[in-house]
């Protein structure tokens, strides 16, 4: 496809399951985030990849968040145990490397509520 | 700490010009982002300013003072479809990128 796609869309949850969002950055796209924004909010950084490697993960809330792009494309969001204060809209944006003057790439994003 | 820092909501006339200021405190500095983000869709990239003075494209124009931690995002011509959120963001030392909540511009006939 010709940008960043994410499903689902939306996902409701019931407090302590376990949920996966999924990511398709743009094709070629070396760096790929991911961020939480909560309503009325600017988008929260969470992690950053450049191909498989996890560059940084030091806005992930806690250690029930965890992230994966296993072979440098798609990538896996998964919180575990899911608690009310997870309810928000949680974000993909890829770029290309070193082309920063271009921005970020967003998905459409996945609304995650959790009951 | 980090902050950067936006009006929360601002209303304007169609065929008018607004101007959405925004201050940053920053560990470091690497470039200022403006995107827009219409309700329940995700943000989409504007412009892009490292260096001081005005950037035009279009209706939109965005300048930034790195002495004083300033930029702002100018709309021209306004139209029904600029009503929005608009986003500052800025690129801190270790390219990581801080937002701002966005300012709800609305849009009136």
């Known amino acids: 496809g010709a940008g960043v796609s994410q499903s689902p869309r939306y996902k409701v949850a019931k407090r302590g399951q376990d949920v996966a969002l999924r990511c398709d950055p743009i094709?070629?796209?070396?760096?790929l985030f991911w961020y939480q924004q909560a309503l009325g909010q600017g988008p929260e950084f969470l992690t950053y990849f450049q191909n498989e490697a996890q560059l940084d993960k030091s806005g992930l809330p806690s250690d029930r968040f965890f992230a994966e792009r296993p072979e440098g494309s798609v990538s896996t969001l998964k919180i575990q145990r899911t608690q009310q204060e997870d309810s928000a809209v949680y974000l993909c944006?890829?770029?290309?490397?070193?082309?920063?003057?271009?921005?970020?790439?967003f998905g459409p994003g996945t609304r995650l509520t959790v009951t | 700490g980090q902050n950067i820092d936006q009006p929360t909501e601002m209303t304007a006339t169609e065929g008018a010009i607004v101007q959405i200021n925004c201050t940053y405190q920053t560990s470091g500095f690497n470039g200022l982002f403006w995107y827009q983000q219409h309700a329940g869709e995700a943000p989409t990239f504007l412009s892009y300013n490292v260096l001081d003075g005005l950037e035009e494209k279009g209706r939109f124009s965005s300048f930034l003072s790195r002495s004083k931690g300033y930029s702002y995002l100018l709309l021209k011509e306004l139209q029904m479809k600029d009503s929005a959120s608009y986003l500052c963001?800025?690129?801190?030392?270790?390219?990581?990128?801080?937002w701002g909540a966005g300012t709800k511009l609305i849009i009136k006939p």
């Open positions: 944006a890829s770029s290309l490397e070193g082309q920063i003057v271009y921005g970020q790439y």
């Open positions: 963001a800025v690129f801190d030392s270790n390219y990581q990128l801080i």
């Open positions: 094709s070629g796209h070396v760096s």
